[in-house]
C-alpha cells in the first residue's frame, strides 16, 4: 500500500496555483539582457553543425529531468516543428525502455544528456562518454557536450524563475 504525503501535494498544488496566479518571480532576460543575449549567442554556435531534432530530443530530455515547465514547453514546438514525432516525444522520458524508437547515436546523446545533466556520480562516466565518441566526430561531440551544457544553464533560469510556459 502506498501513502501519499498529503502536505507535499498540498504544497505543491499552492506552488502552481501561485505561479499560474502571478506568472513567474522575476523576468531575468529584461534584469540582465547581456546575460540573456551571450546565452542566446551559445546557443546558436553551440547547435551549429548538429540535426536539429537531435538537439531538440537532447533539450526535451534535460528539461523532463530539470522540470523545466517553460523549457519543455518550448522544445517540444520546437521538436515538432523540427519534424520529430509525437510517438517518439511522449516516449523520450522512457528512451532507455523504448530503446527501439531512437538511433544509436540518440541513444548515445541522451544518456550523455542525463550524465551531464544529473551528475550524480561526480562526473561523466567513461562509458557514456566513449559511446557518444563513438557516434560522434571531435566536433560534433563538443558542440553536443555545449548544447547539453547550455540547456541545463537554461533549465536553471527558468525553474528559478518560474518561468511560464507559453509566454514570453
Given at each position: 500500500m502506498t501513502t501519499v504525503?498529503?502536505?507535499?501535494?498540498?504544497t505543491e498544488r499552492k506552488e502552481a496555483a501561485h505561479t499560474e496566479q502571478h506568472g513567474p518571480r522575476m523576468h531575468w532576460a529584461k534584469l540582465a539582457p547581456e546575460v540573456f543575449k551571450a546565452m542566446l549567442a551559445l546557443e546558436v554556435a553551440a547547435k551549429r553543425g548538429l540535426d536539429p531534432v537531435l538537439v531538440e530530443l537532447v533539450k526535451i530530455r534535460a528539461s523532463q529531468i530539470n522540470r523545466c515547465a517553460f523549457?519543455?514547453?518550448?522544445h517540444v514546438k520546437d521538436a515538432r516543428k523540427a519534424g520529430e514525432t509525437e510517438e517518439r516525444i511522449y516516449l523520450l522520458n522512457a528512451w532507455e525502455e523504448a530503446a527501439g524508437f531512437y538511433t544509436e547515436k540518440e541513444q548515445a546523446a541522451l544518456a550523455l544528456t542525463e550524465a551531464m545533466t544529473v551528475l550524480t556520480e561526480g562526473s561523466v562516466p567513461d562509458a557514456v562518454y566513449e559511446r557518444a565518441a563513438a557516434h560522434f566526430d571531435e566536433a560534433e561531440l563538443a558542440h553536443l557536450i555545449a548544447v547539453i551544457t547550455t540547456i541545463n544553464a537554461w533549465n536553471r533560469f527558468g525553474v528559478t524563475t518560474r518561468l511560464v510556459p507559453?509566454?514570453?
Open positions: 504525503n498529503t502536505t507535499e501535494m498540498t523549457c519543455l514547453d518550448m507559453g509566454q514570453m
